[in-house]
């Protein structure tokens, strides 16, 4: 049974006036004549090539606004440098809908270094260079330059992760809301469904968007009405976070945009009290001061029940990229186009992460039968498939139809984890339900081999020695990836992680039955260097860590603050939002930033590359560790350097004697050597 903590008003297809689907959303004015179009009533603007699938975001968006009527169109990755490239489908009759894409494009465009990505994964050809900097902001100015009186709506993760005063790492400073800087109307966070829905609705029927304010998930500039109490957040010398309960309609005003572009703690703060009010149950509205406007946050989205999931994805997508990209090839459609997404949503609260942020801690469950369809649509309409689904989750792969055991618990909850530091009793960990649902797929004729690909959360699959024995038996292709991240308790806090115990536990359940099954498996750990709170000492026990379970990491992953997660907040701040925010009163990160600092923690990553030597050296002698240079097994690194290495990235590893070393990658494209 499918449990949600609030119900909606009406049901998200309530307002559904089907019309015979396009083969594809058309792309051009030939395709619009095709279909009898005249105009199209919305044109979605993306910063990926357009795959109508529905793992990409504008296909979702697009199908759903055609099942309520509307003649949707797509300009995918316009040339940004004209507003004429904008005018290609003609001038909307209800709006534009403005995202970046399934990716922030600064996240797309550039590693954790701040270095400039060559290849993109969303463009066909897995070109670089085809979205701009920013390029929800940009595409929503030239939006307004082709046709100034079209609403601009905008949405998916970057304008999610973007909707209020956030840290921009990139440019290394507090930037205002993307809304203000896009100069759109609305901006739609979260999953947006439902929002979407009734914006397009109300649109169609004449409101203004201003007059839209009444809708969840939606932010927009607004005065605070008369009838309303605000609750201040944005005292730092109060201890209470705007937190208290007020009878009738209140608000909670947020540190203003000059506020945290000033004071670090005020930031904090902000981050802390929006994380706080994120559960559907409880939320209230929030408010942030830009200059002389109001940024008005509705509370979150009310998620998706089992019914309304399974009607977004059953959807007539066509499961394919657009026609005119020809036989080019799309590296993220490659890697999908054979898995399924079975729920959304997160409540692990891993504070890096930005899951939790986006689509929620609610987990939004399809059913059994939906989930079969599809996978019988992948395996007859989908060319190149050999009976292998590559992947069966969504942002976890063992969360599955998990949920609060007491609704009503569930509503009034303020954890920003279920899981952490212990899972909560209240939760159902039970994996009985995905078991099902893997041997069902497993039966389904035609379907050789289901593999789980997601990550797995290990503390969740311990509690069931059933699932792992079920995993492993038949759902392991030799190698299955997990993600510690770390191996000490300081970054792992920060982290919100379980600690490094859990890992060991599933490790050792996990090898007990791959030898029952007969199988030689194993587990590719991946770890974070330089997260906030991550000491150097952290990293050279991580990395003693790894030496001792003979493991090699060949690509590591470097902390990258995305906005909006609370890890950002430390990175930037320094203070921990994760315990209460206030002025003489807010505990300590210490914020890995200077560049040596985290070329350092990568190198203990990479503690067995000769080219890390010399800095790993320098370091240990520096720390008070030189007992760990050296060639006994227990030190780390040798005391000589091998000629010509030292310097140049790439240099022949030398073969390490004796016994076959397991070599892995934190981002989970395993190699061996």
């Known amino acids: 049974m499918d449990t949600q903590i609030i119900t909606a008003e009406k049901p998200l297809m309530a307002q559904a006036r089907p019309r015979k689907p396009a083969p594809f959303l058309p792309m051009s004015r030939a395709e ?22 529905p793992s990409f975001g504008m296909a979702i968006i697009g199908r759903l606004l055609e099942a309520q009527g509307f003649r949707v169109g797509i300009i995918a990755q316009p040339d940004w440098h004209s507003a004429e490239p ?42 670089g260079g085809k979205r701009p900097d920013r390029c929800t902001i940009v595409y929503a100015q030239r939006c307004r330059e082709a046709f100034k009186d079209v609403p601009i709506v905008l949405g998916g993760i970057e304008a999610s992760l973007r909707r209020i005063a956030h840290y921009d790492y990139w440019s290394d400073k507090v930037r205002r809301s993307v809304l ?25 029927a004449g409101e203004a968007p201003r007059e839209l304010d009444d809708i969840r998930g939606v932010a927009l500039f607004r005065r605070v009405p008369e009838d309303y109490s605000e609750l201040h957040a944005d005292d730092l010398d109060s201890a209470d976070e705007g937190a208290s309960r007020k009878p009738g309609a209140t608000v909670i005003r947020l540190p203003a945009l000059e506020q945290v572009e000033q004071d670090r703690e005020a930031y904090a703060r902000a981050s802390r009290v929006l994380h706080r009010e994120s559960n559907p149950g409880n939320a209230r509205p929030l408010v942030q001061r830009h200059g002389d406007r109001d940024l008005w946050l ?38 999908i186009k054979f898995s399924v997404t079975i729920m959304r949503g997160c409540f692990g609260g891993c504070t890096f992460c930005s899951i939790t942020e986006h689509e929620g801690r609610v987990i939004q469950n399809r059913s059994e039968d939906s989930i079969l369809r599809e996978i019988e649509k992948i395996r007859d309409k989908t060319p190149g498939f050999t009976g292998v689904i590559s992947d069966i989750g969504g942002p976890t792969a063992n969360m599955y139809r998990m949920a609060c055991k007491d609704p009503k618990v569930e509503a009034a909850c ?77 970054p792992l806090d920060k982290m919100m992680k379980p600690g490094i115990g859990a890992y060991n536990r599933f490790k050792r359940m996990f090898d007990a039955a791959a030898e029952q099954a007969g199988k030689k498996y194993y587990l590719i750990p991946y770890f974070i260097a330089a997260h906030p709170g991550t ?59 200077g560049l040596r600092q985290r070329r350092l923690h990568k190198a203990f990553l990479r503690y067995h590359d000769p080219d890390n030597w010399p800095v790993l050296r320098d370091a240990l002698r520096e720390m008070g560790r030189a007992d760990l240079i050296g060639s006994r097994p227990d030190q780390l690194v040798p005391a000589h350097q091998p000629p010509g290495t030292g310097k140049a990235a790439g240099t022949k590893r030398p073969v390490r004697p004796g016994g076959k070393t397991q070599r892995f990658t934190t981002k989970g494209v395993r190699l061996m050597k």
């Open 535 to 593: 000491t150097d000492e952290d990293m050279m026990n991580l990395a003693l860590w790894l030496k001792k379970n003979r493991y090699r990491a060949d690509q590591v992953q470097t902390f990258l603050p995305s906005p909006m997660a609370t890890a950002t907040a430390m990175y930037h701040t320094g203070v921990n939002p994760l315990r209460g925010v206030r002025h003489g009163g807010s505990d300590k990160v210490e914020a890995i930033k």
């Open 298 to 335: 509705n509370p979150p989205p009310i998620p998706l029940t089992t019914e309304e999931m399974d009607a977004v994805y059953d959807l007539p997508y066509a499961r394919a990229p657009h026609p005119s990209y020809g036989d080019a090839r799309i590296p993220a459609w490659e890697m």
């Open 32 to 53: 619009m004549d095709a279909l009898g179009w005249d105009a199209c009533d919305i044109v979605l603007v993306t910063g990926d090539a357009y795959v109508d699938h």
């Open 86 to 127: 904008f005018k290609a489908l003609g001038k909307p009759k209800v709006f534009f809908g403005v995202t970046g894409g399934n990716m922030d494009s600064m996240v797309n465009r550039y590693t954790a270094d701040r270095r400039l990505r060559h290849d993109d994964a969303y463009t066909a050809g897995g070109e």
């Open 414 to 490: 303020r954890r920003p984890s279920c899981v952490f530091p212990e899972i909560c009793p209240n939760l159902n960990t039970s994996h009985d339900d995905l078991i099902r649902l893997y041997r069902k797929v497993r039966e389904t004729k035609g379907i050789k081999k289901v593999m789980v690909a997601s990550g797995v959360r290990y503390d969740l699959a311990v509690e069931s020695p059933e699932y792992i024995k079920e995993l492993v038996t038949h759902h392991v292709g030799g190698y299955l990836k997990i993600a510690p991240e770390h191996t000490e308790r300081g």
């Open 180 to 204: 203000a800087d896009a100069k759109a109307d609305l901006l739609l966070y979260g999953n947006a469904e439902r929002a979407v829905v009734e914006v397009a609705n109300r649109l169609a």
